[in-house]
């Protein structure tokens, strides 16, 4: 196997003078490969996949408490399989005679729940270019973490029953009981919401076909341990690809005892964060290089409060008003004989709004369920623009303004609920147990919640609808009050590390302090989190990206972002105290730049 993938010459050519590439990849779907034709292995073994990607299959320990655990996954204990995709260093261009390899870093985009085969087919050409400089370029890996996308066994409660995940998913859609508070927080309703909850947790907690409960072992802490194993397949491939074959790679990962192991590089958004925390919280040593960027506050994350998340939403919710106000025509909302002003186009939304809750629309067509949207579907549809501003912001303003004016094609298009081949069988690539997923590894993460009173609830929903009058009742849901498979490995603290050490002659200390990037609004994650899990980190930075959305590099691409990430992975040179980074587009306006998208 060669080390690295020729790219084509004009990838190479597509930098600018700002240092951010104009190249526009061509993104897979995760159906376009069969993950059945690659073997299961307890070694990682890549082949081609996805046209320039790299994919395999890694058996891991079902438990990793377990004594030996690594060594026993050849036995009869049970086990786990990861899916996991590479994209190779672009080591071609005029500047990359001197460039090296730096190594692979591997990335988690969040979720909890989010795949990771998706985030590289997605995202992985821009990830790569954000970490590459003209010295040093990496390789960029990231993978389903257990029970997720084409990791096996699927998380899923209705595998093999379509019929009943459809039904159940129909009527969480479309009773009371079954969506979030929506403004109605009277006992009778949460006590129907939590039996729903309650009836779903019971069947999310039945053993699986290998005879046990997937959901109670799909946590944090077992995936930090697995990426602790990546860490050590990709030493011993990398030992073997540079020629010294089996005999040093198995020398190499037996040293310990104060000689070094590999270190993880290390790249999270979102939840993502929180995985990065619990491993450089776990392994400290076993750390090169790691960039949080949207951070969870792990303590909130662990005690499974969440009203935190939303304290700049509806900051967010008026940025995209004043965005629309300031570009003028470029923004399909903005009538330039009305609006004077962003309050006026706020209006003409909240007065939809109004509309929809005294008279529903009716949905009814052939392939859709008949149902009716009310006007809570206007500011549930300001999720995905929310977190990517410069991917959603126009289109979602030119569904608002058709609705406006009578017109609720697109907004139907949004709402509806298709019913074809629901009843077919879930494949990997659809990830229909995404939720599900999410669930099981957020609520079997936190504390264990159901002896939460009603007024314990209420209280916490007072707190999140002081944070966010226009969110909290969409954010706060029961899930976690009701779930019954509680994580079988927990790690809940103390969350920080030591001092780095750059020289590593400490085997208990990181390579290089954490690098914490924050958006300077974010709709999920806001920069306060970022600022208070960085305190735990000896010598940490947080670097603030002046823009609305979630996560730094979801929100827009920035030079100057790309700049100190780059030297950073490269060097561990940090950023000064108090760095701000400007963002090089802004909604409303053309991007010519290679830029993140939603990993969906």
Known sequence: MVLFNVATAALAATATASGLSTYQPTRRSPDEFDWDTLKPRQSLHFLPCYEEFECARLIVPLDWTQPDAELRRSSDDPTMTLALTRLRANMTGASSSAATHGGTVIVNPGGPGDSGTVEMLKNGHYLRDLFSTDGKRFDVLSFDPRGMGFSTPAADCFAGEEAARSLFDAQMTGSE??????GDDRAETIAAQRALSRALGARCSLPGD???????????????????????????????????????????????????????????????TMLGNTFVSMFPGRVKRMVLDGNVVPEDYMAGDWTGNIADTSKVLNNFYEACFAARSSCALYDETSDKSPATIRSKVDALTAQLDAEPLIVAGKGLVPTIVKGIMIRSLFADPMYDPLGGYTRHATTLAEAVAGNYTRLLAAASVPIADTCADATAAQYRWMGQANAAVRCGDGADLRNTTLSEWRAQLKRARELSPEWADLWMDVSCLEWPARAHWRFEGSFGSPAADAREKQLDRPSAPVLFLASRYDPATPMRSSVAAARSHAGARLVVQNTDGHCATLSAPSACTKRIVGRYMATGEMPEEGTECEADCKPFEDCPYLRMVLPR
């Open 177 to 182: 009981a079954g969506s979030p508070v929506l």
């Open 210 to 272: 290998d005879g046990y409960v997937v959901q109670e072992y799909v946590g944090t802490a077992s995936v930090a341990r697995d990426m602790l194993l990546m860490v050590d397949e990709l030493e011993r491939l990398r030992v073997e690809e540079t020629g010294g074959g089996k005999g040093a790679a198995q020398k190499t990962l037996a040293k310990g005892n104060g000689e070094k192991l590999p270190r993880l590089q290390y790249f999270g958004t979102s939840y993502g």
